[in-house]
T-cell receptor
Framework: AQSVAQPEDQVNVAEGNPLTVKCTYS??????LFWYVQYPNRGLQFLLK??????LVKGSYGFEAEFNKSQTSFHLKKPSALVSDSALYFC?????????????FGSGTRLSIRP | KAGVTQTPRYLIKTRGQQVTLSCSPI?????VSWYQQTPGQGLQFLFE???????NKGNFPGRFSGRQFSNSRSEMNVSTLELGDSALYLC?????????????FGSGTQLSVL
């Protein structure tokens, strides 16, 4: 069975500092990995995804994520945090064993950027 | 292009009642999926519809059901509401419903069960 873990409920970073939001996954086949962000009173917005190819994936708003197969991780990163990055971040995984593979979300990490 | 639209935005119901939530996907999108978001359980997959057929289902009781119409609009129904059903219900759409596609989410319906 597939699963995804976000070990930190909250991450606090000062504006201008680099940030990392951690995600590890477990699938039986090849993982398709995603990051979504949720702002208050809104639905989720897609940030980036890893399907295949280059392990470093670049996404929206200056975010990037690194796929590490040996560590089964897909950490979200940004070189310089902005106050506007404060939001709830979800990592998600799909296991491509059929065209109907369902998506599993992590529990979410609340990112707080202080001025 | 209009985004994913969910109605109503807020709902208050009492235990034992039933409720229907509506989701209109982005024009041209054929896959609609539903999720329950709660502070304690996070974001959990309910079910996915593609071309009017339920293609996948999460681990929820039979009180939770859904359907999709020929215009891809979808409805979700919860019968015999329980206090624990209080949550934000999100729907998402994608064009072809394939695993590598990103999902487009609506703003959700906040359901409160009293």
């Amino acid at each position: 069975a597939q699963s995804v873990a976000q070990p930190e409920d909250q991450v606090n970073v000062a504006e201008g500092n680099p940030l990392t939001v951690k995600c590890t996954y477990s699938v039986s086949g090849n993982p398709y990995l995603f990051w979504y962000v949720q702002y208050p009173n809104r639905g989720l917005q897609f940030l980036l995804k890893y399907i295949t190819g280059d392990n470093l994936v670049k996404g929206s708003y200056g975010f990037e994520a690194e796929f590490n197969k040996s560590q089964t991780s897909f950490h979200l990163k940004k070189p310089s945090a902005l106050v506007s990055d404060s939001a709830l971040y979800f990592c998600a995984v799909r296991d491509y064993y059929s065209s109907a593979s369902k998506i599993i979300f992590g529990s979410g990490t609340r990112l707080s950027i202080r001025p | 292009k209009a985004g994913v639209t969910q109605t109503p935005r807020y709902l208050i119901k009492t235990r034992g009642q039933q409720v229907t939530l509506s989701c209109s996907p982005i024009s041209g999108h054929r896959s609609v999926s539903w999720y329950q978001q709660t502070p304690g359980q996070g974001l959990q997959f309910l079910f996915e519809y593609f071309s009017e057929t339920q293609r996948n289902k999460g681990n929820f009781p039979g009180r939770f059901s859904g359907r999709q119409f020929s215009n891809s609009r979808s409805e979700m129904n919860v019968s015999t509401l329980e206090l624990g059903d209080s949550a934000l219900y999100l729907c998402a759409s994608s064009r072809q419903g394939v695993v590598e596609e990103k999902l487009f989410f609506g703003s959700g319906t906040q359901l409160s069960v009293l």
